[in-house]
C-alpha cells in the first residue's frame, strides 16, 4: 500500500490522505485548512488527487471521518458523482446545516459508516470505529490492503460524553498495525484544562446557573453535541430552562438520538433571532418552526423569564437580547477554544459584554485527547510505526512515543 499525505504533517486542519493498492485508490478526509481565508479562493486548496475534479476509475472514494469543517470542508470541490463516505447522523448534520450557514455540506452518493461494520472498496477492506470526539458521529479507520494493515484515529479524546467508546477501544485493540496515524491536536499546547472531563464541566457550569441572578447565556458550537448535553444536565440540576434557535433545535434533531436533548422536550424553548426569523421568511422554513410551536419563546417574553432560563447564545443576538431588555445580572459562559476570543473579530462581542456589564466565564475542555490518552492510545495499537498527523508539532512525538516517522506532505512513500 502507497501513501501520500496532501496536509496534516505540519498543521491541524485541512487533513487529506491518499492511499493505493493495485492500481486502486480511497481518500480519507479532505478537510478545509484553518488558516484558509474567507476571500481566499478556497477551490484552489483542494489537494491534486487525480479522479476529484474529472472522472477517473482508479479513484473509488472518499471517506470523511467526521463532519467538522476541517476533515470535509473541501469535499463541495468534489465532482458529485464520487461516492462520500460518512456517517449517517454526521451527513444528516451537515446537511441541516446548509439551510442555515455555508458551513454545512450536502452529498449526492453517499456510503454510510457504521460502528465495526465493514465494507470493501476495490482492494480495501475498511472498518469504522465510533470514537468519542466533540463532533457527533465521528470515526476512526482500519484499513487493510495488499496485507497491509493502517489505523487512522481521526479527532478523538477520552474525556467526553462517549469516553466509554475510548476505553472499549483500546481495551480491545486491532492488532498488527503496520502504521498509525495518530492527530496530536492537544500537543504543544500548554492548556490547564485537558484533564476536565464533560461531567466535570457540569459542576462548574451548574455554579454558574445558581450564583446569576439574572440570564445566563452560553456561547458554544450548535454541533458540539457533547457540549449542549453538559449544558442541559447543568440546567436540570440549576432548575433553569434550557432556551436555544432554530438551527440548534435542527441540529439535535438531525443527530436522530431521542437521548439527546430536543427543541421538543419540556425543559427547552425554541427562539428565533431576528436574522434568522428572516431567513425562515425568505427560505419559507415554515414547517421547520411549525415542529416547535409549543415550545417557542418570543423577544418580548424573554426578559421575564431571564431569571429562569439559560439561552444558547451566538454575537448574532446580542443586538436583538439588548433590545429585548433582559440582561439585567446576565452573566456569559464563554464555551469555545479561547484562542478564538484573542481574534480581533472578537472586539464587539467583548465590547458588548461590557456595555451590558455582563461578566464572562471561561468553562471548557478540549475536543482532542490529551497527552497522557495519547499514550494510552499509542500503547494500546502498539504500531510498527506511528506517523503524526493533525498537529502543528510532529516533533513532540518523538520525545513521547515510540517509532515515530514524521512525514512530509504531498510525498508518496510505501507502507513496509
Ligand atoms: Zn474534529
Sequence with gaps: MKVRIHRGTQEIGGTCIELEEEGKRIVLDVGLPLDAGESSDMEDLLPQVKGFRQKDDSLLAVIISHPHQDHFGLAKFIRPQLPIAIGSAARSILETATFFSPAGASFKNTIPLKDRDPFVLGPFKIIPFLVDHSAYDAYSLLIEAGGKCLFYSGDFRAHGQKAALFEKLIKNPPKDIDVLFMEGTTLGRKSKDES??????????????????????????????????????????????????????????????????????????????????????????????????????????????????????????????????????????????????????????????????ISMTHIHTSGHASSSALKRFAES?????????????????????????????????EVN
Design 196 to 357: 476536565l472531563t464533560e461531567d466535570d464541566l457540569v459542576c462548574d457550569y451548574l455554579n454558574v446557573f445558581k450564583e446569576t441572578g439574572g440570564f445566563c447565556l452560553v456561547w458554544t458550537s450548535s454541533q458540539n453535541i457533547d457540549r449542549i448535553v453538559t449544558i442541559f444536565k447543568a440546567c436540570k440540576k440549576a432548575d433553569r430552562q434550557l432556551i436555544m434557535d432554530l438551527y440548534t433545535a435542527e441540529i439535535l434533531r438531525a443527530t436522530g438520538n431521542d437521548n439527546i436533548p430536543q427543541g421538543t422536550w419540556k425543559g427547552v424553548r425554541i427562539y428565533l433571532p431576528e436574522f434568522q426569523r428572516r431567513d425562515v421568511k425568505r427560505k419559507k422554513m415554515f414547517d421547520i418552526v411549525n415542529r416547535y410551536r409549543t415550545n417557542r419563546i418570543f423577544p418580548e417574553n424573554l426578559a421575564e423569564e431571564a431569571g429562569q432560563s439559560v439561552l444558547l447564545f451566538r454575537p448574532r443576538m446580542a443586538g436583538d437580547l439588548e433590545s429585548a431588555e433582559c440582561l439585567k445580572d446576565a452573566s456569559l459562559v464563554y464555551a469555545l477554544w479561547e484562542g478564538y476570543l484573542k481574534m480581533d473579530s472578537q472586539r464587539p462581542f467583548l465590547a458588548w459584554l461590557a456595555r451590558n456589564n
Design 381 to 413: 495499537l502498539n504500531p510498527k510505526v506511528l506517523v503524526p498527523i493533525h498537529t502543528f508539532h510532529p516533533e513532540e512525538y518523538l520525545g513521547i512515543f515510540p517509532r515515530v516517522e514524521t512525514k512530509e506532505d504531498g510525498i508518496w512513500w
